[in-house]
């Protein structure tokens, strides 16, 4: 059974992040953090980093990669879920999928990234 | 040239070549307390984000402080960005980025909530109650001294609404031009409205290099681009 969300979420008698998570609802995440009062709550999003000049370096710590690998893993699996017909290069559906992803493992009061999903922990980047 | 795609933001996080970035628009005197508590919770759990740290970031691909970074991010030039949440930046210790549409600082207060209007500058109840809306000159130059201030283009514009060289010239040059004016420092990054990629256009991912702008913020990446 899944939980719902009637309005913004993380709100007062609504769920959280982590309760949508751990009732499996994807769908109640995206509508969740597309449902923030954007007068009084910021719109959290991990960024990737390109350098238009050459590559980055690899990350030098175990934290920071496994961190990217975990977010790597649930990128794959909120897109999946929410996004399966999108083509590789729809940046619409790219940031649909980014932004449940930062809704739910970086906001305040989201699930940490050390959920059974993604079977990663790190802390860094 | 990095373009936004599934297979781009798996090998970016991969890497882990990722920032947090948090995305806030009007903070309004009657939504501080929120604000301050969500701000809060970012400083207890996050470092802040300097422009050297983000340049060191990018030149070892290494974070480098105990905790993660977050970028909070203001968009537009509200007054109320001035007023309400870099005091609480301020106070929690953490730093601001700040994109300003310059053109709408440049605006004569009592055509300000039109500017906002006809330029896609969402408004709060609160802003339309009469006075300034926008921050004005003293205001960027003040917190230029604490956190990072760069233009969002002069007229809070897309790349695909800049045809001319003239368009050009004002909504990528010129806006940087006025606000390192004030500043009297680097504007290191520029933003399209609607947060568009570097990699879209040819000739605007030009102009925007040309002006000399170390980044380009967008919705699923931060460009390096000088």
């Not at chain 1, 449940?100 to 305040?108: D, I, K, Q, R």
């Not at chain 2, 514009?157 to 001319?164: A, H, K, L, Q, R």
Request: proline residues 5%; aromatic residues 8%; negative net charge.
């Amino acid at each position: 059974m899944s939980a719902t969300v009637s309005g913004p979420s993380a709100h007062e008698g609504e769920p959280s992040a982590a309760e949508l998570l751990a009732a499996g609802d994807i769908l109640g995440l995206m509508r969740a953090c597309h449902d923030r009062r954007l007068e009084r709550e910021g719109i959290p999003m991990v960024l990737g980093l390109a350098d238009e000049r050459g590559a980055i370096p690899e990350a030098a710590t175990a934290a920071q990669l496994a961190e990217g690998r975990a977010f790597a893993e649930v990128f794959e699996r909120y897109s999946a879920e929410l996004v399966p017909w999108a083509r590789n290069d729809d940046e619409g559906a790219v940031i649909t999928a980014m932004q449940v992803l930062a809704y739910t493992h970086f906001a305040p009061g989201a699930a940490p990234i050390s959920d059974p999903a993604s079977g990663t922990e790190g802390s860094h980047a | 040239m990095t373009r936004p795609s599934f297979d781009a933001q798996r090998e970016q996080l991969q890497r882990g070549h990722f920032i947090r970035v948090v995305n806030y628009h009007s903070t309004p005197r009657g939504a501080r307390d929120e604000l301050a508590k969500e701000l809060a919770g970012f400083a207890r759990d996050y470092a802040p984000v300097t422009l050297d740290d983000l340049d060191r970031l990018f030149e070892t691909g290494t974070w480098h402080k105990d905790k993660p970074g977050v970028i909070p991010v203001f968009y537009e030039g509200y007054r109320n960005s001035v007023t309400v949440a870099a005091p609480l930046c301020d106070e929690l210790g953490l730093t601001g980025w700040f994109p300003i549409a310059t053109s709408f600082v440049d605006c004569e207060p009592e055509h300000q909530e039109a500017f906002a209007r006809a330029h896609w500058i969402s408004l709060v109840e609160e802003d339309t109650k009469g006075g300034r809306i926008a921050m004005n000159w003293d205001e960027v130059a003040e917190i230029s001294k604490r956190h990072v201030v760069f233009p969002h283009t002069a007229h809070h514009e897309g790349f695909d609404g800049v045809f001319s060289d003239a368009d050009l010239e004002r909504e990528v040059v010129e806006s940087k031009r006025q606000l390192e004016a004030v500043t009297g420092q680097e504007a290191p990054a520029f933003v399209w409205l609607h947060g568009s990629s570097y990699g879209q256009s040819p000739r605007h991912d030009q102009a925007v290099r040309d002006a000399g702008y170390r980044y380009q913020f967008a919705n699923t990446m931060i460009h390096r681009i000088n």
